[in-house]
C-alpha cells in the first residue's frame, strides 16, 4: 500500500492508460442496469444498478432506530413499526448515478468506472420526509437536513459515516420519502435495508441508504459528500459547483444480438423498432431525437403516454428501416425546462453528470 493510493486528490488516468485494477473491483462490486433491462417500465429486482461507498452493512429490523432531532421543537424516534404507523405512500423514481458516463471522459477520472448503465426505476414506499418533519416541528434556526447512514469508511484520506445534506425547502419539497420497500418488497440489502431516503429527481448520491439519523442543523452542512466529493470542477482544488439534479438523458434498449466479448451488435435488416426510455430530474421529458446516421440527420421518436409527475423514465420509440452495413445510432433527450443533452458534455475532474448522447454502432445484415 502507498499512500498515493489514499490521495486527498482525486487522480485522472494518464493518457492511454486502460481500466486499472481499483476500478475493476469497483465495477464488479458495483454494478450497472443491463440496457436491455430499459425493456421493463419498473426496473425488476437484481437488475436496477448499485452504488455503494463502503461495505453493505449488516442490518437488523427488528432493532433498527431512526431519529429525528437538531433543531426540532420535539426530538423524535422510531422503530420499523412506529415509523409505518406514520403514514404510507409509493413514489416511481428513476434513480440514476452522478457518475454515470465517467468512463467515457478523456482524461478518465479513476472511480467507479461506469459507461451508461448507471440508472433504474422503481417504485418505492415509505413515509413522505416533509410529514416527518412536520412530525418533529421545523424550528426557525434550522437551515439544513442532515441525513446519516450506518455505514462507515474513508474516503481521500477522511474517515466518515456516509452523510448527506439538504436544504430544509429541499428536504420539504423534493417530494422525498423514507422507505422501506423497493418494487413493494422490503428493501434488498445493497439498496438500504431496512430503511432509505429516496429524492426524487436528484441524482443517486442524495438518497441516503441504510439512514439511521436525520438531523437539522442551525448552519450550511459541510460534509464530505456535498462540500467535497460532488463537485463540478476543472481545477482540483477549487470549491466548484454542487451537483443535484439529474440531467436529460435518452437510452436505447440495443436492438439485434451481440458478439460475447464484444458486445458489438448485429442487427437483420427491415423495419426495426427502436425503444428506449428518456428522463430527467429537472422537468418532465417532452421530446426525444434519434439519429441512425451518427447525428447527421435526426428524427423525433414516438414518446408514450405518461403521468410524469414523479419524473420516472419515459419510453418512447422509432421506426427504423435498416439497410445492411454498419450504423450509429445515437439519441438525445429534451424536458420542459429547456435543458437537452450534448453530443458531448464538459467534462470535469469527477466526471460527473455526463449526459453526452448514447452512440451505439450497430452491424445490419
Ligand atoms: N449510506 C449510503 N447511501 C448511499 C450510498 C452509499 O454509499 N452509502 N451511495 C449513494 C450513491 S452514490 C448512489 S448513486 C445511490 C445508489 O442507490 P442504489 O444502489 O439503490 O441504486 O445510493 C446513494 N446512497
Ligand atoms: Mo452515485
Known amino acids: 500500500m502507498s499512500i498515493e493510493q489514499f490521495s486527498p486528490k482525486g487522480r485522472l488516468a494518464d493518457t492511454g492508460e486502460g481500466i486499472t485494477g481499483d476500478e475493476l473491483q469497483l465495477a464488479a462490486r458495483n454494478h450497472g442496469m443491463p440496457l436491455e433491462a430499459l425493456r421493463y417500465d419498473l426496473t425488476p429486482p437484481g437488475l ?42 409509493t413514489v416511481r423514481v428513476t434513480l440514476e448515478c452522478a457518475g454515470n458516463g465517467r468512463a467515457t471522459l ?61 436544504t430544509v425547502a429541499e428536504a420539504l419539497d423534493s417530494g422525498a420519502i423514507v422507505a422501506w420497500e423497493m418494487n413493494g418488497m422490503p428493501l434488498p440489502p445493497q439498496h438500504g435495508y431496512p430503511l432509505r431516503l429516496v429524492v426524487p429527481g436528484w441524482y443517486g448520491m442524495a438518497s441516503v441508504k441504510w439512514l439511521r ?24 482544488g477549487e470549491p466548484g459547483v454542487a451537483v443535484t439534479r ?25 423495419q426495426v423498432t427502436l ?20 447525428g447527421l440527420t435526426w428524427h423525433d421518436a414516438k414518446l408514450d403516454a405518461t403521468s410524469n409527475e414523479d419524473l420516472a423514465w419515459r419510453a418512447f ?26 453530443i458531448e458534455a464538459p467534462w470535469n475532474r469527477g466526471g460527473f453528470a455526463n449526459n453526452s448522447a448514447q452512440r451505439l454502432t450497430v452491424l445490419v445484415t
Open 48 to 89: 436496477h444498478y448499485v452504488l455503494v461507498h463502503y461495505d453493505i452493512p449488516l442490518t437488523n429490523a427488528a432493532t433498527w432506530q431512526l431519529t429525528v432531532d437538531g433543531c426540532v421543537e420535539q426530538p423524535l424516534s422510531f422503530g420499523l413499526t412506529s415509523l409505518r404507523a406514520m403514514g404510507r405512500k
Open 106 to 166: 478523456h482524461p478518465r477520472p479513476i472511480s467507479q468506472p461506469w459507461l451508461t448503465e448507471a440508472v433504474g426505476t422503481a417504485e418505492w414506499t415509505g413515509v413522505p420526509l416533509a410529514d416527518l418533519l412536520q412530525a418533529a416541528g421545523v424550528r426557525e434556526d434550522a437551515v439544513d437536513v442532515v441525513f446519516t447512514g450506518a455505514d462507515h469508511g474513508v474516503e481521500r484520506m477522511v474517515e466518515q459515516d456516509y452523510q448527506r445534506g439538504l
Open 213 to 236: 439519523s436525520i438531523e437539522l442543523i442551525d448552519h450550511e452542512f459541510d460534509g464530505f459528500q456535498n462540500s467535497v466529493a460532488y463537485r463540478l470542477r476543472t481545477e482540483a
Open 246 to 270: 439529474i440531467e436529460p438523458r435518452a437510452l436505447l434498449a440495443p436492438p439485434g444480438h451481440p458478439d460475447f466479448m464484444s458486445r458489438h451488435r448485429f442487427v437483420p435488416s427491415g
Open 275 to 294: 425503444q428506449g426510455r428518456a428522463w430527467s430530474g429537472w422537468a418532465p421529458i417532452d421530446r426525444v431525437e434519434i439519429s441512425t446516421d451518427a
Open 317 to 342: 420509440s422509432y421506426d427504423w428501416q435498416a439497410t445492411p452495413g454498419e450504423h450509429v445510432l445515437t439519441c438525445r433527450a429534451h424536458d420542459e425546462s429547456g435543458r437537452t443533452q450534448p
